[in-house]
């Protein structure tokens, strides 16, 4: 009888299968809409991921991540993409960022006004360029040589309540930004699109894009735009977050995340114990977080009243305003 030896490396060479996994947010915060906007935000964020899982099922994580993403962007509806908020002078800036944890690279975007995808936009400067981050006419020059189609003007709707939000609030430019973050939680807004995901391949990716804070200063970018604050991806852990820019970036808090990750913790623990960090310094209603491990647990936490949120993976689909 002839019989057959497997070669002893033959499990090394064997390319590792993983359950894929894809978590998207559509922001954490106090969203005070009537029940029907809701119900739309969720369908939309449920079309998010269903749109998403094709990349996973072809392609790789990076690339889940940035069609999810870039599907938030052109809905309209999210704080991101042609939805997004406006600043105090009356006009949009966009922030995008994305990690790919195979390779460490990573690639954002700042202050964009006429780029229709940020997080396209932030592929290109993490796959074409040498640079991390781009920001204002340069990142904006560059989505026009690549090609990628222009922000439409913002909608009648969005218009409408800037101005009335405007009149309302206005004290003075730059007084009045001092004081955007109580009058957001009273306006009860969604901040940020963002999405986790793993692939086949175990690789791990993390995406997020936002218009930023509403009537925030021109200029001012926000945690989307930068890597280990509003997203980070490496071997073990992808995490996107959501909430005040200026506290996720203090914090560090995807960083922070991942690194306790990297020691032992399970995501969701290690993303409980940062929010909790956070909430000791910074108060409540200032974070969200979404994570995957590479052994494709998932978490979700936050500190806001509340977080939009979509999943499809190895525990089925859904799609919730928690
Ligand atoms: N988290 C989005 C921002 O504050 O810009």
Same mark, same amino acid.
């Given at each position: 009888?002839?019989?057959?030896?497997?070669?002893?490396?033959?499990?090394?060479?064997?390319?590792?299968? $993983?359950?894929?996994?894809? *978590?998207?947010? @559509?922001?954490?915060?106090?969203?005070?809409?009537?029940?029907?906007?809701?119900?739309?935000?969720?369908?939309?964020?449920?079309?998010?991921?269903?749109?998403?899982?094709?990349?996973?099922?072809?392609?790789?994580?990076?690339?889940? &991540?940035?069609?999810? &993403?870039?599907?938030?962007?052109?809905?309209?509806?999210? $704080?991101?993409?042609?939805?997004?908020?406006?600043?105090?002078?009356?006009?949009?800036?966009? #922030?995008?960022?994305?990690?790919?944890?195979?390779?460490?690279?990573?690639?954002?975007?700042?202050?964009?006004?006429?780029?229709?995808?940020?997080?396209?936009?932030?592929?290109?400067?993490? #796959?074409?360029?040498?640079? =991390?981050?781009?920001?204002?006419?340069?990142?904006?020059?560059?989505?026009?040589?690549?090609?990628?189609?222009? *922000?439409?003007? !913002?909608?009648?709707?969005?218009?409408?309540?800037?101005?009335?939000?405007?009149?309302?609030?206005?004290?003075?430019?730059?007084?009045?930004?001092?004081?955007?973050?109580?009058?957001?939680?009273?306006?009860?807004?969604? #901040? /940020?699109? @963002?999405?986790?995901?793993? #692939?086949?391949?175990?690789?791990?990716?993390?995406?997020?894009? /936002?218009?930023?804070?509403?009537?925030?200063?021109?200029?001012?970018? %926000?945690? +989307?735009?930068? !890597?280990?604050?509003?997203?980070?991806?490496?071997?073990?852990?992808?995490?996107?977050?959501?909430?005040?820019?200026?506290?996720?970036?203090?914090?560090?808090?995807?960083?922070?995340?991942?690194?306790? &990750?990297?020691? @032992?913790?399970?995501?969701?623990?290690?993303?409980?114990?940062? =929010? $909790?960090? &956070?909430?000791?310094?910074?108060?409540?209603? /200032?974070? %969200?977080?979404? @994570?995957? +491990?590479?052994?494709?647990?998932?978490?979700?936490?936050?500190? /806001?009243?509340?977080?939009? =949120?979509?999943?499809?993976?190895?525990?089925?689909?859904?799609?919730?305003?928690?």
């Amino acid at each position: 009888m002839k019989t057959f030896i497997l070669p002893i490396n033959m499990f090394k060479v064997w390319p590792t299968m $993983n359950h894929p996994a894809l *978590l998207l947010h @559509g922001g954490a915060g106090s969203w005070r809409a009537p029940r029907g906007l809701i119900d739309e935000a969720v369908r939309v964020i449920g079309e998010a991921v269903e749109h998403g899982w094709r990349f996973i099922e072809t392609g790789s994580a990076i690339e889940a &991540v940035v069609e999810s &993403v870039s599907f938030m962007e052109d809905s309209g509806f999210l $704080n991101a993409g042609s939805g997004s908020v406006l600043n105090i002078a009356g006009y949009r800036e966009l #922030d995008a960022g994305l990690m790919d944890g195979r390779s460490m690279r990573a690639g954002s975007v700042g202050g964009v006004k006429v780029t229709r995808n940020p997080i396209k936009l932030a592929k290109i400067v993490m #796959d074409e360029t040498d640079h =991390v981050m781009l920001v204002g006419e340069g990142a904006d020059r560059l989505a026009k040589a690549r090609g990628l189609p222009e *922000l439409e003007e !913002p909608s009648r709707r969005l218009l409408e309540r800037y101005v009335e939000q405007l009149n309302k609030y206005r004290v003075g430019e730059y007084s009045f930004y001092l004081r955007n973050r109580a009058i957001a939680k009273e306006l009860g807004l969604l #901040d /940020t699109v @963002g999405a986790v995901a793993l #692939d086949r391949n175990g690789a791990l990716a993390s995406a997020v894009s /936002t218009g930023g804070i509403w009537l925030k200063m021109p200029g001012r970018v %926000g945690d +989307s735009a930068i !890597p280990g604050a509003g997203f980070y991806a490496d071997m073990d852990a992808a995490i996107a977050a959501t909430g005040v820019g200026e506290v996720i970036i203090l914090s560090m808090a995807s960083l922070r995340v991942a690194l306790l &990750v990297s020691q @032992g913790y399970s995501i969701q623990k290690a993303s409980e114990l940062i =929010v $909790n960090w &956070v909430t000791e310094k910074w108060g409540p209603g /200032t974070i %969200g977080l979404i @994570g995957l +491990s590479k052994r494709c647990e998932e978490a979700i936490a936050f500190n /806001t009243e509340h977080i939009l =949120v979509s999943y499809k993976g190895p525990k089925g689909i859904f799609a919730k305003f928690l």
